[in-house]
């Protein structure tokens, strides 16, 4: 595929105006390992949503079942006697909940030596700080692709800095001319009116 029609799937896939057949293109194209240099980053962003897992479609009838069950709640009729034990209810656990606060924060927190033996306080520690340590560079590892996406986004930002910072280098000479020139036009003027 040509980098022009490439470049075209792109634009169309980006803006959401993409077919399945063309999406289905890409994603070939990238899945390959002879990409051109200019889509590595777009290679990056299709593996990544290549690795992820699908959502699995819903069942047939499933739109209608919600609605059949929405329209039965609402044809059952709610019962006073069942009100008066829901009400009944959420104050019985509101006053076992309040009870039991009071005599948690009353018998107080003292901290406590659970281990006698310094030796297998430290083992213990150690291994749970090692299972901690694991699980963080195991996520991390997860969140590699968004790293290279923030990567790529800042070598963009980088690139349109450049540009900017010559046009500033360039205003800078600009403003320095203007200066001379009405310095020069000052010196002129008194020129002028000495001679006269």
Known sequence: MEKEEIKRLL?????????????????ELFASETVPEDFEHDKALFNYFRHVSKMPEPSPGFE??????AADDRMVPVRPARKILVTVLAIAAGVALITGSYFFLK?????????????????ET???????????????KSLEPVGKLHKL????????????????????????????????????????TIKK
């Open 11 to 27: 634009e169309k896939y980006y803006n959401g105006e993409s077919t399945e057949k063309e999406e289905g293109l890409l994603k």
């Open 126 to 140: 150690m291994k749970i700080l090692h299972g901690v340590s694991y699980r963080l560079s195991y996520g991390r």
């Open 64 to 69: 209608s079942r919600i609605l059949s069950a």
């Open 153 to 192: 986004t800042k070598e963009s930002l980088v690139a349109f800095e450049s540009p900017a910072k010559i046009v500033d280098e360039k205003l800078k000479s600009l403003n320095q001319l203007n200066r001379t020139v009405k310095t020069l036009g000052t010196i002129n003027s008194e020129n002028e």
């Open 107 to 123: 018998r107080g927190s003292e901290p406590r030596d659970t281990y006698s033996d310094p030796a297998v306080a430290y083992a």
